[in-house]
């Protein structure tokens, strides 16, 4: 056999091989029962989109994603909702919620120490770390930028012990506080979002973790920052370099410039996972898109945003609602001045907004006063909607006045023409102010409380005068007392001239 020959046998035999090998592979796989990922995201994209079952509410993007939401950050009101509340596997997003315990409960500069269990709990050829060695300690700071930049599983569970002094006391923390922000469908047993059965949110839970999340100026730029620096130090051995493999970043394939920050997660099981936020024209929106395949969970992200923006607007509710009011048994209007003084006792927060779909107006939502969600300083809060949807709401709080009334002023006659009447009246439907109410019931128990206060200040202080008014009557009477007995007992031992 000449060298051409051996060549081709070779050849012959690689082919052979790599086919077979394929078929083998192919068939275990079968046989196992392996799932065809790319298969079921096509599955996943003929899902249907409950808010484009909306009549007349803007029809969004199909994505592959098993469950995506697109939710405005400042109101909680969705946008965009398709399977939003099925319980997943979050991974890596899970990281969000460390975050933000971490700065609710802790100081930058504050030293982290990195235990054998937080450490050595990981498995270093299969989940993500920044490389950090038990016993060892950085800052929170630098902690935090290995959690969201690294996806650093080993600093996960040391925030967690830092915080609660164990990784199971940081795990009830975080599904205290998931509940407390506002989540329905969580359930957390790991700090880093490593899988657990037991372990699982939902698209909903996360994008409301997220509106707490990008609150946070520091936690923003932390999960919009592709690499990060950890210089080595007397309690670290070697420089640590953390970077991101989020490709949405500046500088990335899918590098969206409207980013403001953003967290991946994947596992064999979750598959991929992204929380991001983005703002653009007033409008600050968060996207969660869970369980899909790369590198459609960029794509899709970029496209949700891109149909948020161009789709809605955000207006504020101060300079649209102008002539609100209230109707029925619990409430009354407060139309005219008192003394003088037309400036409206309560308001509605100035930096109140409803989004909106871009060719709605605000005339087209619907209203309703809700009494039992106002937090303390407010009356009140007005709940809109449109379509059903809720779109925003504004609180209506005490509104301070130092207007004052000249009761030495002339009195001005109050008598109007017909003319000056509608006049008057069109003046007041197109000035910058709100037609004030009030919750009878609030105003009557308020009352009720400083009427009792007062009957009682009243009550003591009769009965601190009556008090000193009896001492003085008891010290008068002793006098007098005492003034007799003088005269007896002069009377008895002095004898009278004669």
Not at 61 to 88: C, F, Q, R, T
Not at 267 to 290: E, F, P
Not at 304 to 318: C, R, T, W
Not at 384 to 406: K, N, R, T, W
């Amino acid at each position: 056999m000449n060298f051409t020959q051996r060549n081709r046998f070779f050849s012959f035999s690689v082919t052979l091989l790599c086919s077979l090998t394929l078929f083998l592979t192919d068939s275990l796989f079968a046989a196992a029962g392996v799932v065809d990922y790319q298969a079921l995201a096509e599955e996943y994209k003929q899902m249907p989109v409950e808010t484009n079952q909306i009549s007349g509410w803007p029809q969004g993007p199909a994505v592959s994603a098993k469950s995506a939401i697109l939710m405005d950050a400042d109101s909680g009101a969705i946008l965009y909702a398709k399977n939003i509340h099925e319980h997943l596997y979050p991974a890596s997003t899970t990281k969000i919620l460390t975050a933000y315990l971490a700065r609710q409960y802790s100081d930058m500069d504050e030293m982290v120490e990195y235990s054998e269990e937080a450490v050595n709990s990981i498995v270093w050829w299969d989940d993500s770390n920044i490389g950090i060695r038990a016993g060892e300690s950085i800052t929170m700071e630098q902690s935090l930028y290995g959690l969201l930049v690294g996806s650093g599983n080993e600093c996960a569970n040391a925030i967690g012990e830092h915080i609660s002094s164990s990784i199971d006391g940081f795990v009830d923390l975080m599904n205290e506080t998931a509940a407390k922000l506002g989540c329905v469908d969580s359930h957390f047993v790991t700090t880093n979002g490593k899988h657990d059965e037991n372990h699982y949110t939902s698209a909903y839970d996360l994008a409301t973790i997220g509106r707490a999340f990008f609150a946070d100026e520091l936690l923003c730029r932390m999960s919009s920052t592709p690499d990060y620096v950890i210089p080595q130090s007397d309690t670290l051995s070697r420089e640590l370099i953390p970077f991101t493999k989020n490709k949405l970043l500046p500088g990335k394939q899918y590098a969206y410039e409207y980013l403001v920050g953003s967290k991946t997660g994947y596992t064999d099981v979750a598959r991929q996972n992204l929380v991001s936020c983005a703002q653009k024209d007033g409008m600050k929106l968060i996207c969660v898109v869970m369980s899909e395949e790369s590198p459609t969970q960029f794509t899709d992200t970029i496209d949700l945003f891109n149909y948020g923006f161009n789709s809605f607007v955000s207006l504020p509710v101060a300079d649209y609602d102008t002539t609100y009011s209230v109707k029925g048994n619990q409430s009354f209007l407060a139309e005219n001045p008192i003394f003088g003084d037309n400036a409206p006792i309560l308001a509605m927060a100035a930096d109140s907004r409803v989004i909106i779909p871009a060719d709605a107006s605000f005339e087209d939502l619907d209203s309703q006063l809700d009494y039992d969600s106002a937090a303390d300083g407010q009356i009140a809060v007005v709940r809109y909607s449109y379509l059903g949807q809720f779109v925003g709401s504004a609180p209506i709080c005490f509104q301070e006045s130092d207007s004052s009334f000249d009761f030495n002023a002339v009195p001005v006659s109050t008598e109007t023409t017909a003319t000056e009447k509608e006049e008057e009246d069109a003046a007041s439907s197109s000035r910058d102010g709100r037609v004030v109410f009030l919750n009878v019931k609030k105003i009557l128990a308020i009352t009720g409380v400083a009427a009792a206060v007062l009957i009682l200040l009243l009550i003591l202080r009769q009965a601190f005068y009556d008090r000193r008014m009896l001492k003085r009557r008891r010290a008068i009477m002793r006098r007098h007392r005492e003034k007799k007995d003088e005269i007896v007992h002069f009377d008895k031992y002095t004898t009278p001239y004669e």
